[in-house]
């Protein structure tokens, strides 16, 4: 079993930037993929950004060049650094990781969310 937790979530004005991070524990070196997702009021959950462990990443059209995801293989950590906010990146991000796949829209685990809100 793998537990993640994310930190960093809060509020930033239109423009702003903000980083998210998460932290793997348990069996983290089984895991392939590990990325974001997230999940505004009322919509689905999407995927975000994801990066492989050999650091191959992925973004979702709407967050390419704006986010940027990191990997930290040896403290099994993820990162998202998300710049130029919008209102419609408010949402519940939630971090996420797969042994096998990545971009993967059911990822093997979840972590709990943290909110980020984009407003004025």
């Known amino acids: 079993q793998v537990q993640l937790v994310e930190s960093g979530g809060g509020l930033v004005q239109p423009g702003g930037s903000l980083r998210l991070s998460c932290a793997a524990s348990?069996?983290?070196?089984?895991?392939?993929?590990m990325g974001w997702s997230r999940q505004a009021t009322g919509k689905q959950r999407e995927l975000v950004a994801s990066?492989?462990?050999?650091?191959?990443?992925r973004y979702a059209d709407s967050v390419k060049g704006r986010f940027a995801i990191s990997r930290d293989n040896d403290l099994n950590t993820v990162s998202l650094q998300m710049n130029s906010l919008k209102p419609e990146d408010t949402a519940v991000y939630y971090c996420n990781a797969d042994r096998y796949i990545q971009w993967s829209a059911k990822p093997d685990y979840w972590g709990k969310g943290t909110q980020v809100t984009v407003s004025s």
């Open positions: 348990g069996s983290s070196n089984s895991i392939y993929a």
């Open positions: 990066m492989t462990r050999s650091g191959v990443a």
